[in-house]
């Protein structure tokens, strides 16, 4: 069926409406449009890209009720409680409901009382659950999480097997919404077989999370570099996963005792104490949680901003699942990897003590190991690539990706390379005359000329090549073994403490016929580093996230339900003081913004004074725009010339008293700003941006004029458009700048 264009009207009134967003995101819409022409769907898309809009959209628009069937148990009632706070009717159905309570929720539902209503799978099968929706009108069934009916991969749930059954069981068959962020090609067949979806509509938007900055870091010492980099996050949520619940108890005590906002979660602690550590972090009660991986499934927290990994995971699958709890709700947010020689053998143990499966042959099983081996060198890879360490991910996962993101710590560290040949001779000799036994710390011992005990033991103070790099730092000793091992010199062999050997490469070094280059990281970078966004007053975001907090803690919610951060940072850009201004806030639909907008916005008058240009007030300037017309301002993303400019704030001007803008106006004022300059190229006087005017977003851009005759404008970006726009009422002054003559 096609979609007429009232119904285009309808889901973007909705979306708005309800879920404050004036745009759909990448693949919304095609799953969206399917599910209400009632055709199922089958959605595969990334942590954070947006799911649950794409059935609860559809939900608000049909008739009868909308069943969300999620594992997540934990994760329901914030779901259902964000949904009430926008205003739409919702409920749920799990084990944490007593008997009395489950019946209430029936016999609402079967009062039609709910739009939308999540439940457990395991709840399916009860009948006094089947015998009340039977008698409705379910519209459309959601299946969240769907790759759970799969036993192919980690999540399977035998509870996602009675989906199907329950839908043969309804008189009318609903339209089927099958949503997941991980779909190998067995899973997606076994999601569509197992489900019986019927022709879906298959909409995969990809892997890739641009929102996240990727790095990886060999430290010589993790919680040195730990320190650090929470130092630069201050005041930030972000999650530390340790590879072992002892790695985890240590690391949250040294934070601890450090004054870090921190908690902990691993399955060695009691019930209680996981559940309250849990709600500590996710109520903002604390800042950091250090984790196992048994931290995160089922918590729904949009607003961490950085997930730090204390030790490699064991494969790219598991580090991808867990890195991307950073950053669900689309800001910007770190995932760093820190990685160390022992990681490897800490991994290898995991797969080599895992119990075998009972169900499975020997032989299966075996297969099974290699599979995990297999897994665990490509996680190696990926912290060893010199490369981009995103396009290596996506290409893992089968995606197509550019060579370069400049977006992770590979494609922005600036690196210098130099001739270690002499040195790494020294060391290739010790690893050699020490008999090929140790590895990367004795090795480094010995070269350092420490006295350890398995120095003193196998009296490797004798060898010759003992203290022979004596003058030289530990850790550029270790960096150096380190860049041997990723160019293939030596190799570590062997199960449980591997030792370092020489290869074939190792030896030609050896005999002096092979030189070797190093590369010297002289800054890493672990975030996305932009001029701070100056339109975001901290202050205001600081008062505003209390005020969240506070009327959170007393709704008894997490801080995320009320508002996102990307709403809180776009409130102190547009500053809204009225209702109408409130709403145009992204998030921010009818009910919150009758829930909350007066006490958010008391707070932003405080701030009002600040506002760069004073919205309704007629400035005395002959040039302004009000708030609303400012807003309206469509931002070329190609650079464009100044007249172009002037021609679209023109064109937003909506009463004649006002007078229009002309682009010297505008360059008149740059001058005086210092951004531009003029310069004679070819016998002409060219208007040309200064040093501080590229800085700003101006560029040259050379053109040919119908004559043939070649001359240069300057083009402005987005950045220098928003400039121009923040700044119009200033132009009202008189200026002789002094650059033109
Ligand atoms: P997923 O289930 O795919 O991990 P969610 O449904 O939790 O993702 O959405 C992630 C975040 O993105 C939420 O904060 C949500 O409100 C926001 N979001 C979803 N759709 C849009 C949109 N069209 N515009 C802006 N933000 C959106």
Redesign the pocket.
Known sequence: MEMTSETTVDKKAV?QRY?G?S???NG?EEIIDSLLSGVDALAI?P???????CYQVPALMMDGVTLVISPLVSLMKDQVNALISQGVKAAYLNRSLNDAQFDKVLENIAQGEYRIVYVAPERLKTMRFINTVKRLHISLIAVDEAHCVSQWGQDFRPSYLNIAEFIAELPVRPTVGAFT?TATPEVKQDIMNILHLNHPKEVATGFDRPNLFFSVLRPTSKPKELQKLLNERTGKTGIIYCATRKRVEEVCKALCDKGYSATRYHAGLDDEERQKNQDDFIYDRKRIMVATNAFGMGI?K?DVRYVIHYNMPKNLESYYQEAGRAG???EDADCILMFGQQDIETANWFIDHTEPNPELTDEQNEQFKQKEKERLGFMISYCKTQGCLRSFMLRYFGDTADDRCEKCSNCKTSFQTADVTVDAQKVLSCIVRTGQRFGAQVICDVLKGRVTTPIINFKLDRQSTYALLEDVKPNKIKALIDSLESQGYIEYVGAGRPVLKVTDAGWLVLKGKAQVQAREALTVQTTVKEPTDSSVNTELFEALRDLRFKIAASRGVPAFVIF?DATLKDMCIKMPTTDDEFLRV??IGETKRKLYGERFMSVIKEYAPEKKHAPEKKSDSPFYLTQAETERYEYSEKPIAVSEIAVRINRLITDDNRKKLKATDITEWLFSMGVLKVEEVNGKNCKLPTYDGTKLGLSIERRESKAGERYYVTVYNRKAQKFILDNLSFFELQYSPKSIK
Do not use: E, N, V
């Open positions: 979306l879920f967003y745009t759909f995101r919304q898309m942590t954070g890209a947006g799911k649950s809009i962020a729904d949009s669900r709700d689309g996102s992204s998030g």
